[in-house]
C-alpha cells in the first residue's frame, strides 16, 4: 500500500478563479493541517491531475503571514500601522461607518465589491444578498469574461459546447489564445491523450512562445489583437479549396453566401501583413483544419482581452462552423460550458429584494469610479464606502494609479476581507481575516468542464479567521436586515437549496458522490438540434446590439466603446490600442505559471520559481534600445511607467513585449506593478478589460 493510500483523504475543489474547478484529494494530516493536494482520478474531466502551485496548497493554509486577527487603522492610510481589535469591535466599526456614509449621501454611497478569488457560490455570491437589501450600489463584474463571452454568445447564442473531454476523441485540437500549461492544465491533459492514442496533431495560437505552444505540433505567434484576421484568412482558404461544408452551411448557418463573399479580399498575404504570420502557416493551418473533420477548437479567454476580443472570439468560433466540425464526435468549437448549470441563485443572492433603479458601478472600472469620474458613477454619488471580499483592485485592477489614488481619499471608508496583507487590504481602514477554502463548506461550478462539485470543509481554520459568509450575516444584523429573506440560513442550508432547486440533490447527497455530472447529451452540446438563437442558427452576422449575453451590462448603463465599427460579418477591425510613434510597443500582462492572477504571489516556492517582474522582448528590439538581457528597463504610457528587468526572448514578434503575471506591487523597483498601464476604458460592446492591449514605449535604465 502506498503512503497516499494510508492517509486520511478528504474531498473538496480548487476554489479558485480557472475554468478546471479542479476536483481535489486532501491529504489530512489532522484536524487542522493537509498535506499534498491531488487531483482526483475518478473525476472524468480533472483526471487526477492538477497544477503544481494547488498541489502546493499547504504553503498557504500553513503559511506564517496569514492574518488572524481582525485589524483596525491606526495611522495614515496606507502607512501600514494597525491595532488589534475584536469581531465584534471591528464589525461594529464597519456597520457604524457603512450607516454614517447613507445617511450622508444616500445608500448608494456604499458599494460592496468582490470577485473570483473563491469560485465557491455561497462565500462568492453571499455579499449581493447584502447588497440588496441594504440598496447598496450595483456590481456590473466585468473585468474577466465580457468580452470572451460576448463573442461567443455571437455567434453560438448559447453558452456551452461540446463535451470538454471529447478533445481525447479529437484529430486535431486547436488550443487558441490560451497558455493551457499554466493556465488550466486539463486541457493538455485531454489534448495529449488524443496526441498520444490517435496520432491527433496540436495546433497552439498564441501571442508568444510559451510553456503550451512548445506542446504544439504546429505554433502560431501572431501579433495581439490579430486573431480574427488569421480566423477569416483560414475561413478564405476554405472556401477557396473546396474545403468548406456546404451541406452543414446550408442547414445550420444564418447567411453562407455573404460570409464567402465577406471573405474574397480576406487572403492569407491580407492576413500575414496583419498578423505576422507566414503566408505559409496560414495555408498550413487552414489545410489541417479544412481536412481534419474532428476538430476541436478550445477557445480560451486570453486572446479575447484585446478592445476588439469580442471580434476575434466570434471569428474563431466561425471557423467550426464552416468546416461543420461541429458534427462530429472530438469536433466544434468549445468555450465555456457555464450555461449549462442553471442554478437558482435567489435566496442566497436576495434577488427578490433588488431594487432595479438602484445604479450599477463597473467594476473594472474601480479607478474612475473611486476618483470620482461623472461617467463611472451614472449620475449617483460618490463611493464613501466598501467592503471588499474575494478580490485585490489596488493590484489586479487596471489603472492602478487612479485605483490608489481613490483609495487614498480621506472621505472613503474601506472594509477589506481577506487572507493576507494583499495591496488592497494594505489601503483599508478594516482588515478581517478570512477563511480558507478547506475550512468552511461550499460548492462549486467550472466552466472548463461539466461538474458541480462540493467543497466541505474538511479542517479547522486558525483562531481568529471567520467566512465570508459570517461577515455577510453579521453585517446583515448590525445593519438591520438580517431578519430579510436568504439571512439566517447556514452555508449548508443555501447549498440544499440551491442543489434541491436544480433537482440534484442536498448537501449530504452531494458529500456522498463528490460530484455531478451536468454535460448535455451530443446533439444539444453539438448544436444538432440547433444553435442558442431563436432561428437555430449560427449566426456569421452578429447583433453587435441586440444579442444576448450572461454578463451584457444592465440597460440602465447602456453599451460600450465605438459600437458602430464593429463588423458585419467575422473581421479583423482596428479597435485595439495600436503602435505609434510615441508607443512603439505592444505590452500583453500574461499569466505567470505560479501565479494565479495575484493569489500564490505569497508563498515561497512560487515566489521563488518565478523569480521576478520581468519583461519579454525581441532580441532585435533589446539591441536597438541597448537593453541588456537582465538589465533595468522603464515601460511607459500616459498611464504611468514602471521598471522591470528585461529578458531577451525571440519567441515573440518584434514590437511585442510580455510582462508575465501579476507581482504584488512592492515586488516592483519603485512600489507600483504592471497595472499601472493597463486602460480601465470600456470596450464594446458589453464591456470588459482589455489587458492584453496595451501601447507602450521602452527605455533602458
Same mark, same amino acid.
Given at each position: 500500500?502506498?503512503?497516499?493510500?494510508?492517509?486520511?483523504?478528504?474531498?473538496?475543489?480548487?476554489?479558485?478563479?480557472?475554468?478546471?474547478?479542479?476536483?481535489?484529494?486532501?491529504?489530512?494530516?489532522?484536524?487542522?493541517?493537509?498535506?499534498?493536494?491531488?487531483?482526483? *482520478?475518478?473525476?472524468?474531466?480533472?483526471?487526477?491531475?492538477?497544477?503544481?502551485?494547488?498541489?502546493?496548497?499547504?504553503?498557504?493554509?500553513?503559511?506564517?503571514?496569514?492574518?488572524?486577527?481582525?485589524?483596525?487603522?491606526?495611522?495614515?492610510?496606507?502607512?501600514?500601522?494597525?491595532?488589534?481589535?475584536?469581531?465584534?469591535?471591528?464589525?461594529?466599526?464597519?456597520?457604524?461607518?457603512?450607516?454614517?456614509?447613507?445617511?450622508?449621501?444616500?445608500?448608494?454611497?456604499?458599494?460592496?465589491?468582490?470577485?473570483?478569488?473563491?469560485?465557491?457560490?455561497?462565500?462568492?455570491?453571499?455579499?449581493?444578498?447584502?447588497?440588496?437589501?441594504?440598496?447598496?450600489?450595483?456590481?456590473?463584474?466585468?473585468?474577466?469574461?465580457? /468580452?470572451?463571452?460576448?463573442?461567443?454568445?455571437?455567434?453560438?447564442?448559447?453558452?456551452?459546447?461540446?463535451?470538454? #473531454?471529447?478533445?481525447?476523441?479529437?484529430?486535431?485540437?486547436? &488550443?487558441?489564445?490560451?497558455?493551457?500549461?499554466?493556465?488550466?492544465?486539463?486541457?493538455?491533459?485531454?489534448?495529449?491523450?488524443? $496526441?498520444?492514442?490517435?496520432?491527433?496533431?496540436?495546433?497552439?495560437?498564441?501571442?508568444?512562445?510559451?510553456?503550451?505552444?512548445?506542446?504544439?505540433?504546429?505554433?502560431?505567434?501572431?501579433?495581439?489583437?490579430?486573431?480574427?484576421?488569421?480566423?477569416?484568412?483560414?475561413?478564405?482558404?476554405?472556401?477557396?479549396?473546396?474545403?468548406?461544408?456546404?451541406?452543414?452551411?446550408?442547414?445550420?448557418?444564418?447567411?453562407? $453566401? %455573404?460570409?464567402?463573399?465577406?471573405?474574397?479580399? $480576406?487572403?492569407?498575404?491580407?492576413?500575414?501583413?496583419?498578423?505576422?504570420?507566414?503566408?505559409?502557416?496560414?495555408?498550413?493551418?487552414?489545410?489541417?483544419?479544412?481536412?481534419?473533420?474532428?476538430?476541436?477548437?478550445?477557445?480560451?479567454?486570453?486572446?479575447?482581452?484585446?478592445?476588439? !476580443?469580442?471580434?476575434?472570439?466570434?471569428?474563431?468560433?466561425?471557423?467550426?462552423?464552416?468546416?461543420?466540425?461541429?458534427?462530429?464526435?472530438?469536433?466544434?468549437?468549445?468555450?465555456?460550458?457555464?450555461?449549462?448549470?442553471?442554478?437558482?441563485?435567489?435566496?442566497?443572492? !436576495?434577488?427578490?429584494?433588488?431594487?432595479?433603479?438602484?445604479?450599477?458601478?463597473?467594476?473594472?472600472?474601480?479607478?474612475?469610479? /473611486?476618483?470620482?469620474?461623472?461617467?463611472?458613477?451614472?449620475?449617483?454619488?460618490?463611493?464613501?464606502?466598501?467592503?471588499?471580499?474575494?478580490?485585490?483592485?489596488?493590484?489586479?485592477?487596471?489603472?492602478?494609479?487612479?485605483?490608489?489614488? %481613490?483609495?487614498?481619499?480621506?472621505?472613503?471608508?474601506?472594509?477589506?476581507?481577506?487572507?493576507?496583507?494583499?495591496?488592497?487590504?494594505?489601503?483599508?481602514?478594516?482588515?478581517?481575516?478570512?477563511?480558507?477554502?478547506?475550512?468552511?463548506?461550499?460548492?462549486?461550478? %467550472?466552466?472548463?468542464?461539466?461538474?458541480?462539485?462540493?467543497?466541505?470543509?474538511? &479542517?479547522?481554520?486558525?483562531?481568529?479567521? $471567520?467566512?465570508?459568509?459570517?461577515?455577510?450575516?453579521?453585517?446583515?444584523?448590525?445593519?438591520?436586515?438580517?431578519?430579510?429573506?436568504?439571512?439566517?440560513?447556514?452555508? #449548508?442550508?443555501?447549498?440544499?437549496?440551491?442543489? !434541491?432547486?436544480?433537482?440534484?440533490?442536498?448537501?449530504?447527497?452531494?458529500?456522498?458522490?463528490?460530484?455531478?455530472?451536468?454535460?448535455?447529451?451530443?446533439?444539444?452540446?453539438?448544436?444538432?438540434?440547433?444553435?442558442?438563437?431563436?432561428?437555430?442558427?449560427?449566426?456569421?452576422?452578429?447583433?453587435?446590439?441586440?444579442?444576448?449575453?450572461?454578463?451584457?451590462?444592465?440597460?440602465?448603463? !447602456?453599451?460600450?466603446?465605438?459600437?458602430?465599427?464593429?463588423?458585419?460579418?467575422?473581421?479583423?477591425?482596428?479597435? &485595439?490600442?495600436?503602435?505609434?510613434?510615441?508607443?512603439?510597443?505592444?505590452?500583453?500582462?500574461?499569466?505567470?505559471?505560479?501565479?494565479?492572477?495575484?493569489?500564490?504571489?505569497?508563498?515561497?516556492?512560487?515566489?521563488? *520559481?518565478?523569480?521576478?517582474?520581468?519583461?519579454?522582448?525581441?532580441?532585435?528590439?533589446?539591441?536597438?534600445?541597448?537593453?541588456?538581457?537582465?538589465?533595468?528597463?522603464?515601460?511607459?504610457?500616459?498611464?504611468?511607467?514602471?521598471?522591470?528587468?528585461?529578458?531577451?526572448?525571440? %519567441?515573440? *514578434?518584434?514590437?511585442?513585449? &510580455?510582462?508575465?503575471?501579476?507581482?504584488?506591487?512592492?515586488?516592483?523597483?519603485?512600489?507600483?506593478?504592471?497595472?499601472?498601464?493597463?486602460?480601465?476604458?470600456?470596450?464594446?460592446?458589453?464591456?470588459?478589460?482589455?489587458?492584453?492591449?496595451? *501601447?507602450?514605449?521602452?527605455?533602458?535604465?
Amino acid at each position: 500500500m502506498n503512503q497516499h493510500a494510508k492517509l486520511r483523504i478528504g474531498h473538496s475543489a480548487c476554489p479558485h478563479d480557472c475554468p478546471s474547478t479542479c476536483a481535489l484529494e486532501v491529504e489530512l494530516l489532522d484536524d487542522n493541517r493537509i498535506g499534498r493536494v491531488h487531483g482526483a *482520478k475518478a473525476n472524468s474531466y480533472t483526471a487526477g491531475v492538477v497544477c503544481a502551485k494547488v498541489a502546493r496548497y499547504a504553503d498557504r493554509v500553513h503559511h506564517p503571514d496569514r492574518l488572524l486577527k481582525p485589524l483596525v487603522r491606526a495611522g495614515a492610510k496606507g502607512e501600514g500601522a494597525w491595532k488589534e481589535a475584536s469581531w465584534e469591535v471591528a464589525l461594529d466599526l464597519v456597520a457604524e461607518k457603512f450607516i454614517a456614509a447613507e445617511a450622508k449621501y444616500g445608500s448608494e454611497t456604499v458599494w460592496p465589491y468582490y470577485y473570483a478569488g473563491t469560485m465557491g457560490l455561497v462565500q462568492r455570491d453571499g455579499i449581493e444578498r447584502l447588497r440588496h437589501a441594504k440598496k447598496y450600489s450595483g456590481f456590473f463584474g466585468s473585468i474577466c469574461t465580457n /468580452l470572451a463571452w460576448t463573442g461567443w454568445m455571437m455567434g453560438a447564442g448559447a453558452l456551452r459546447g461540446p463535451d470538454p #473531454r471529447e478533445m481525447a476523441k479529437a484529430d486535431c485540437v486547436v &488550443i487558441w489564445g490560451t497558455n493551457a500549461v499554466v493556465t488550466q492544465v486539463n486541457v493538455m491533459t485531454h489534448a495529449i491523450k488524443a $496526441r498520444k492514442e490517435r496520432g491527433a496533431k496540436i495546433v497552439v495560437i498564441d501571442i508568444y512562445d510559451n510553456a503550451t505552444m512548445k506542446q504544439a505540433d504546429l505554433g502560431l505567434v501572431l501579433k495581439p489583437g490579430t486573431d480574427g484576421a488569421l480566423a477569416c484568412a483560414v475561413m478564405h482558404v476554405l472556401f477557396r479549396d473546396g474545403m468548406a461544408d456546404r451541406a452543414y452551411l446550408e442547414k445550420y448557418t444564418d447567411d453562407p $453566401r %455573404g460570409l464567402e463573399e465577406h471573405l474574397r479580399t $480576406r487572403t492569407p498575404e491580407w492576413a500575414a501583413a496583419i498578423t505576422g504570420l507566414s503566408i505559409a502557416e496560414i495555408e498550413a493551418f487552414a489545410q489541417l483544419v479544412g481536412t481534419t473533420k474532428k476538430t476541436y477548437f478550445r477557445l480560451g479567454y486570453g486572446f479575447a482581452r484585446q478592445r476588439n !476580443g469580442s471580434v476575434n472570439i466570434h471569428a474563431a468560433s466561425c471557423i467550426a462552423a464552416v468546416t461543420g466540425a461541429w458534427q462530429h464526435e472530438g469536433g466544434g468549437a468549445f468555450h465555456s460550458n457555464s450555461g449549462i448549470f442553471k442554478l437558482n441563485q435567489d435566496v442566497l443572492e !436576495g434577488t427578490a429584494m433588488r431594487d432595479p433603479n438602484i445604479r450599477y458601478l463597473d467594476h473594472s472600472r474601480i479607478g474612475p469610479v /473611486l476618483t470620482g469620474a461623472a461617467d463611472a458613477l451614472y449620475g449617483g454619488p460618490p463611493v464613501t464606502a466598501m467592503l471588499i471580499q474575494n478580490t485585490n483592485p489596488a493590484n489586479v485592477a487596471p489603472e492602478q494609479r487612479l485605483v490608489k489614488q %481613490g483609495f487614498m481619499r480621506e472621505d472613503l471608508f474601506t472594509c477589506v476581507h481577506e487572507q493576507f496583507m494583499t495591496d488592497t487590504a494594505r489601503l483599508a481602514d478594516v482588515v478581517l481575516p478570512a477563511t480558507m477554502f478547506l475550512e468552511h463548506d461550499d460548492v462549486y461550478k %467550472g466552466g472548463g468542464n461539466q461538474h458541480i462539485t462540493l467543497g466541505p470543509k474538511l &479542517i479547522e481554520p486558525p483562531e481568529g479567521p $471567520r467566512t465570508n459568509h459570517y461577515v455577510n450575516e453579521e453585517l446583515g444584523k448590525r445593519l438591520g436586515v438580517g431578519d430579510r429573506p436568504g439571512f439566517g440560513l447556514t452555508e #449548508r442550508e443555501h447549498i440544499d437549496i440551491i442543489l !434541491g432547486k436544480r433537482g440534484i440533490g442536498s448537501f449530504d447527497s452531494l458529500k456522498e458522490q463528490k460530484w455531478v455530472d451536468l454535460q448535455p447529451g451530443f446533439d444539444d452540446a453539438h448544436f444538432i438540434n440547433g444553435f442558442g438563437h431563436a432561428d437555430k442558427k449560427f449566426h456569421f452576422r452578429p447583433n453587435w446590439t441586440g444579442q444576448s449575453a450572461p454578463n451584457r451590462p444592465p440597460k440602465s448603463m !447602456g453599451l460600450f466603446g465605438p459600437v458602430g465599427r464593429l463588423p458585419e460579418f467575422p473581421d479583423h477591425v482596428e479597435l &485595439i490600442e495600436a503602435a505609434d510613434e510615441e508607443h512603439p510597443f505592444r505590452l500583453a500582462t500574461s499569466p505567470a505559471r505560479n501565479f494565479l492572477n495575484s493569489t500564490f504571489a505569497e508563498t515561497p516556492v512560487s515566489k521563488a *520559481k518565478e523569480g521576478r517582474p520581468e519583461l519579454l522582448i525581441h532580441p532585435q528590439d533589446a539591441a536597438a534600445l541597448g537593453i541588456e538581457d537582465g538589465g533595468r528597463v522603464e515601460v511607459g504610457n500616459r498611464r504611468g511607467d514602471v521598471v522591470l528587468h528585461a529578458r531577451v526572448f525571440d %519567441g515573440v *514578434k518584434r514590437g511585442v513585449v &510580455i510582462a508575465e503575471g501579476i507581482w504584488p506591487n512592492s515586488a516592483h523597483e519603485r512600489g507600483e506593478g504592471i497595472n499601472v498601464l493597463t486602460g480601465a476604458d470600456a470596450p464594446a460592446p458589453y464591456g470588459g478589460a482589455a489587458f492584453h492591449d496595451n *501601447k507602450v514605449w521602452l527605455k533602458a535604465l
